[in-house]
Nanobody, 129 residues
Framework: QVQLVESGGGLVQPGGSLRLSCATS????????IGWFRQAPGKDREGVAC????????YYKDSVKGRFTISRDNAENTIYLQMNSLNPEDAALYYC??????????????????????WGQGTQVNVTS
């Protein structure tokens, strides 16, 4: 059974940093792509970053390139999202999600959220002074 549990959210001032964690179980990271999504009140859920578990290729939303980094720790079965230079527009509920990489390996970008069939419960990120 695929399970994803996010943690690491919180309140940070503009310009600050947070590292989100997505603890995974029930599957091998080598066989999946893991995405980070976010949803702010009144807005659609959007893809922020994605990593291919086998190739380790990474993909980012344009507005976070150079500020966010997605990475994986095989030993810990955990995916991280390091977020630097945060601004109020980054405030949202952040989710990690998993999809069998066979369905998205040809996308070479953050797949649409409809591809992902397993989701965590989310962790809240607030950016305010």
């Amino acid at each position: 059974q695929v399970q994803l549990v996010e943690s690491g959210g919180g309140l940070v001032q503009p310009g600050g940093s947070l590292r989100l964690s997505c603890a995974t179980s029930g599957f091998s990271l080598e066989d999946y792509a893991i995405g980070w999504f976010r949803q702010a009140p009144g807005k659609d859920r959007e893809g922020v970053a994605c990593i291919d578990g086998r190739t380790k290729s990474t993909y980012y939303k344009d507005s976070v390139k150079g500020r966010f980094t997605i990475s994986r720790d095989n030993a810990e079965n955990t995916i991280y999202l390091q977020m630097n230079s945060l601004n109020p527009e980054d405030a949202a509920l952040y989710y990690c999600a998993a999809v069998d990489r066979r369905w998205v390996q040809a996308v070479h970008a953050i797949p649409e959220r409809t591809y992902f069939d397993s989701w965590g419960q989310g962790t809240q990120v607030n950016v305010t002074s």
